[in-house]
């Protein structure tokens, strides 16, 4: 079983960027990717979600524009670029990863990381 771990959030002002991470304990290759947030109080939202080949990013209507997710299946990494950040944005940022070919754009994922704390500060 994949093993995923995030790394990368912290503490930012508003307008302000952050790069978050998703490693795993084996290859990505053959896997969609996706990142999710959840905000105190809310349900886990979709964001962001690539395809195993890397060739079809998705973000939502949101975050289009100032987040962008990438991969590199040589260094079975995930990527989340943050952009433009706002206090809205403030949440747990979790990845996921999943075998099957349309996960990256249903949003349905079996493997999940434990997340890591973004802040933006207004």
């Known amino acids: 079983q994949v093993r995923l771990e995030e790394s990368g959030g912290g503490l930012v002002q508003d307008g302000g960027s952050l790069s978050i991470s998703c490693t795993a304990s084996?290859?990505?290759?053959?896997?969609?990717m996706g990142w999710f947030r959840q905000a105190p109080g809310k349900e886990r939202e979709f964001v962001a979600g690539i395809s195993a080949s890397g060739l079809s990013p998705y973000v939502i209507d949101s975050v289009k524009g100032r987040f962008t997710i990438s991969r590199d299946n040589a260094k079975n990494t995930a990527y989340l670029q943050l952009n433009h950040l706002k206090p809205e944005d403030t949440a747990i940022y979790f990845c996921?990863?999943?075998?099957?070919?349309?996960?990256?754009?249903?949003?349905?994922?079996?493997?999940w990381g434990q997340g890591t704390q973004v802040t933006v500060s207004s």
């Open positions: 084996q290859s990505l290759r053959f896997y969609s």
């Open positions: 996921a990863a999943d075998q099957r070919d349309h996960s990256y754009l249903s949003g349905e994922f079996q493997i």
